[in-house]
């Protein structure tokens, strides 16, 4: 079954109405999901005259448990590598991801060039929300500078070397099914010690990821996988 | 610290004297680490004459401790998601792949064509084995269809919906430190009916990766993530 989000006055998408009538060729009586700008989902059915598209609901789709609120913290990588993250991380279950310019990041970003980009951005999110079926799209933002990092959050993880003293499972089983988690990744060079002793004082928790050293892209799907399986258990 | 791993003669390979002169400009005194073919891995002190390298042994890392054995069984994809699930499972820390062609896969292939790539796939896992630090690189193998999987192991699981009697890391808190454990993810379209049977009969057990619906090319990761979590409490 095929899902869209609504914009934000309600209404299907310039873009997504091109896909329902030239790309997915749907008929009048075709039913699709389409989910509002606050995450309620609808089985409706299509009413298709020429290029205008109506619907009726048929059904309100269950809402998903309220569960933990994830954000990810990314440090600003190379090339598609933002791209990379935004797209995975959506399907595995990150709820708002706030990418940083940090000491080591090789690119570079400034608020101008990433309102140019946020579009682009949000759009991958979209596609990503859409194919895993999810309610809702990640609010994607930038920050110049981690100093910038004003928010509290109820854990804060930064994928550091492992100390050894307690694992990650034990960790992140310290999440309960409503917190608010806060994971950030480093840039391809690393995070700064400048940075690390920031990250300290606003009690920020280093955990390592396995025995292997991740690359920054993949390295908030670790730490999604191990924290949305403790959650399901939880929840259960 | 770069590592190179050493080809089946224990001899540094072709590609690599190459990376160390004219990449990386190494010189006499420099140091790497480099694997032998059954995983040990050394430190070495280099010896550069022109375009021939030697080296001397400093030390020997520690060996890994013994742990579980991952066989990823990876239902065929399209385009380059093959090559992509090469790249990042070998970095979550899988041991062997084997790709099977199944029913609903729509790139099809053959023993031949997958000889031919075969070589290119380990290049890939090399790297990909050598920038996370990895002692061994895993197998790739393929299987034209699933009929033909003969293999017995501790624990196997595939990708498919939750049955919600248990959570995902119940099952996988089962995995002992040394277990052999096979994880399958079908391809693009799923996995067919006739499959299903075919592994329930071979005792695999159904396991969820979350609410969300994954694609094929990082569904693995999820498995990955979560049985790694779970052997690194084990084993602390």
Do not use: W
Request: include cysteine.
């Amino acid at each position: 079954m095929q899902r869209y989000f609504l914009n934000k006055e309600n209404q299907i998408q310039k873009e997504d109405l091109h896909h329902i009538i030239k790309v997915m060729r749907m008929k009048t009586d075709d039913q699709i999901e389409i989910c509002d700008s606050v995450g309620q989902c609808f089985l409706v059915r299509l009413n298709i005259d020429s290029n205008t598209v109506s619907y009726e609901t048929i059904a309100s789709l269950p809402e998903p448990k309220k569960r933990h609120y994830i954000t990810l913290i990314q440090g600003l990588g190379k090339g598609d590598k933002n791209e990379f993250v935004i797209k995975y991380a959506t399907e595995f279950g990150v709820d708002e991801i706030i990418f940083v310019e940090m000491k080591r990041s090789i690119s570079k970003m400034d608020e101008t060039t990433f309102i140019k980009k946020r579009e682009r951005y949000l759009k991958i999110a979209e596609e990503s929300a859409r194919l895993s079926h999810r309610n809702s799209v990640p609010e994607i933002t930038f920050l110049p500078n981690l100093k910038y990092l004003k928010r509290t959050f109820d854990h804060a993880f930064v994928a550091y070397e492992n100390d050894r003293n307690t694992t990650l499972l034990d960790k992140i089983e310290l999440v309960e099914t409503s917190d608010k988690v806060a994971f950030l990744v480093g840039p391809e060079g690393g995070i700064d010690e400048s940075e690390m002793a920031l990250l300290k004082e606003n009690n920020f928790i280093s955990i390592g990821l396995g025995t292997r050293i991740l690359q920054t892209e993949v390295a908030c799907l670790y730490g999604l996988s191990v924290i949305d399986a403790v959650i399901e258990r939880k929840s259960s």
